[in-house]
């Protein structure tokens, strides 16, 4: 089934993917194409204290949110498309699915290739990164396409280097220790835009439907794609990924010097002191600052 979902939001997107990847039609597989707004989105095992820049963090703005699969953190917004594979485990190939996508872009006019660690690239840069989750025999094959974003304030939002001549935004890596998955940097992003100059994630969209049309047989295309999702159930799964316990509590363990002070966090949460800090900051939130005092 091909799906265009109708929403923008990143925490409904994100909760629509999982409901179809935990739903109770186990057979069916779905290639889903969607935008949403701006908005950071990071992988299951990252550090958001780590991955993004500190002001954005601290701020709020973008919002970030905190993805069900691996992989590194990533920019969204206008300008950007993500697609989603979920079908069952059995057959499942991702080099297949992102042969699918080239394909797919071919017919917009831009040559894309796929490196060895499953990245796509055009003129060797970076236009797609993906990521995987496994459950129960299902699995969720989801990642983004840059069309036309805005790619200065994509690196301007994250914590790592993402391109030729940026310099990395405000963070201190030095200080935090942990073994959360980093987000691997280098290699320079770009637009799939600047090879084919009248691209956009609507002729995306088409490209990829087409693809769709030519390869599965018996492509179903719901007129109305919303209608697919139980309304409580889909709110259930949405406020669980705008939930503080879940964008910073799933937080792998770490420590942070701040000071003289060592800080051990356990979900987000501050559980110890070392010297003792009479209770200054145990049981607490660890919060951006503490970093920033730390430098």
């Given at each position: 089934m091909f799906v265009r979902l109708p929403w923008t939001s990143a925490a409904r997107n994100l909760a629509a993917e999982e409901y179809l990847l935990d739903?109770?039609?186990?057979?069916?597989?779905?290639?889903?194409?969607?935008?949403?707004?701006?908005s950071l989105i990071i992988g299951k095992n990252q550090n958001p204290w780590l991955e993004l820049a500190l002001p954005v963090l601290q701020s709020?703005?973008?919002?970030?949110f905190r993805r069900i699969s691996g992989g590194g953190a990533v920019w969204q917004g206008p300008g950007n498309l993500n697609f989603s594979f979920i079908t069952n485990r059995a057959g499942f190939s991702k080099e297949d699915n992102l042969d699918f996508v080239r394909r797919s872009l071919r017919r917009s006019g831009?040559?894309?290739e796929r490196t060895a660690r499953g990245d796509l690239t055009a003129g060797g840069k970076k236009v797609s990164g993906n990521a995987l989750c496994f459950r129960r025999g299902r699995v969720l094959h989801?990642?983004?396409?840059?069309?036309d974003a805005p790619l200065e304030?994509?690196?301007n939002s994250l914590s790592v280097h993402t391109g030729e001549g940026a310099e990395p935004p405000v963070a201190s890596p030095v200080v935090i220790e942990t073994r959360a998955v980093a987000s691997v940097c280098g290699m320079p992003v770009a637009n799939l835009k600047d090879f084919s100059a009248s691209l956009t994630p609507a002729l995306c969209v088409q490209a990829l439907l087409e693809e769709a049309l030519a390869v599965y047989e018996n492509l179903r295309v719901?007129?109305?794609?919303?209608?697919?999702?139980?309304?409580?159930k889909l709110r259930v799964l949405e406020n669980r990924h705008r939930d503080r316990d879940w964008l910073y509590g799933a937080t792998p363990a770490f420590t942070c010097r701040s000071g003289e002070t060592l800080l051990t966090v356990q979900n987000g949460i501050?559980?110890?002191?070392?010297?003792?800090?009479g209770g200054r900051f145990e049981g607490k939130y660890f919060t951006s600052d503490l970093i920033r005092a730390s430098r």
């Open positions: 739903g109770a039609d186990t057979d069916a597989s779905f290639l889903l194409v969607y935008e949403n707004s701006e709020g703005e973008p919002p970030f831009v040559c894309i989801h990642g983004t396409l840059l069309v304030k994509l690196k719901p007129a109305e794609p919303g209608a697919m999702f139980p309304v409580e501050i559980t110890a002191a070392d010297p003792p800090s």
